[in-house]
């Protein structure tokens, strides 16, 4: 089974950059995949999508953030820019959410994002 290892959050002040990470266990170019993010009290959203080299956006992030993959190195990127304070989560990758949530592969353990005003 695919296990989904997230990196590269940080604390970082408003306007700033991140690039975060999500390292699969096997090849997962079969799949198209997303990020998620979940803030704190709040259920868990889909932030950015890809298929192929098809990229969406959720509207919130839509301008700022880019989605990326690497499939040799089993992984997908989110690069994070002009970030806001409402960016603060906790930011977890998985299946596109096309696809139904019994098919998801297991969380990871997320990587915190956390943007200071």
């Known amino acids: 089974q695919v296990q989904l290892v997230e990196s590269g959050g940080g604390l970082v002040q408003s306007g700033g950059s991140l690039r975060l990470s999500c390292t699969a266990s096997q090849s997962i170019r079969a799949y198209a995949m997303a990020w998620y993010r979940q803030a704190p009290g709040k259920q868990r959203e889909w932030v950015a999508g890809?298929?192929?080299?098809?990229?969406e956006y959720a509207a919130a992030v839509e301008g700022r953030f880019a989605i990326s993959r690497d499939h040799a190195k089993n992984t997908v990127y989110l690069q994070m820019d002009l970030l806001k304070p409402e960016d603060t989560a906790v930011y977890y990758c998985n299946r596109h959410k096309s696809v139904d949530l019994s098919k998801y592969f297991p969380w990871g353990q997320g990587t915190q994002v956390s943007v200071s005003s």
């Open positions: 890809i298929t192929g080299t098809f990229a």
